[in-house]
Nanobody
């Protein structure tokens, strides 16, 4: 089992920045990929970014490319999401997710590609 705890959400004005953190504990040696998803009210959960834990290769949704950056600290078992140039449409609950095994490329950006989920952290961007 892997436990994930997100932090760093909050209220920020449009154009501002936040850094989200996701700390993993438990069987972290088995992690293969980690991702950040978000879900706005009335909308489906969508992937904004993901990475391969060992290789560090990354995926970004088109809507966040150039604004968000995913990174990891293997020693701390922590993955980060830097959110810059925030827009009101970025408002959502942001979830961290992790999965222990390889799969297809689509598994990086699909909710079905992750076995473990955090509780979420709210990001609110005011206009």
């Amino acid at each position: 089992q892997v436990q994930l705890v997100e932090s760093g959400g909050g209220l920020v004005q449009a154009g501002g920045s936040l850094r989200l953190s996701c700390s993993a504990s438990g069987r972290t040696f088995s992690l293969y990929r980690m991702g950040w998803f978000r879900q706005a009210p009335g909308k489906e959960r969508e992937c904004v970014s993901a990475l391969n834990w060992s290789l560090g290769s990354t995926y970004y949704a088109d809507s966040v490319k150039g604004r968000f950056t995913i990174s990891r600290d293997n020693a701390k078992n922590t993955v980060y999401l830097q959110l810059n140039s925030l827009k009101p449409e970025d408002t959502a609950v942001y979830y961290c997710a992790a999965h222990p095994t390889a799969g297809y490329y689509r598994d990086y950006y699909s909710t079905s590609g992750y076995a473990y989920w955090g509780q979420g952290t709210q990001v609110t961007v005011s206009s």
